[in-house]
């Protein structure tokens, strides 16, 4: 299992891509998965909400700036 530190740089589907990757390699024990999902499942829903936030805050912005 590795360690994503820059998990940022990467797109939601590639971070997809290589959970897929690690749930399906037989070599990383129970602990060292349940650590990886639990990192990057938490990092992906995160993303999600800010993507969900930033046309709003565009919007808000507009109406402000008239």
């Not at 939601?12 to 129970?30: A, M, Q, R, Y």
């Not at 639990?38 to 969900?52: A, E, S, V």
Request: proline share 2%; hydrophobic share 40%; net charge positive.
């Amino acid at each position: 299992c590795f360690f994503l530190s820059d998990k940022n740089l990467y797109t939601s589907s590639f971070l997809e891509f290589i959970f897929d990757l690690v749930k399906k390699f037989k070599g990383n024990s129970k602990v060292d998965f349940k650590l990886f999902s639990d990192m990057i499942l938490w990092y992906m829903q995160i993303r999600q909400k800010y993507f969900g936030i930033i046309p709003k805050v565009y919007e808000v912005q507009k109406r402000i700036q008239g």
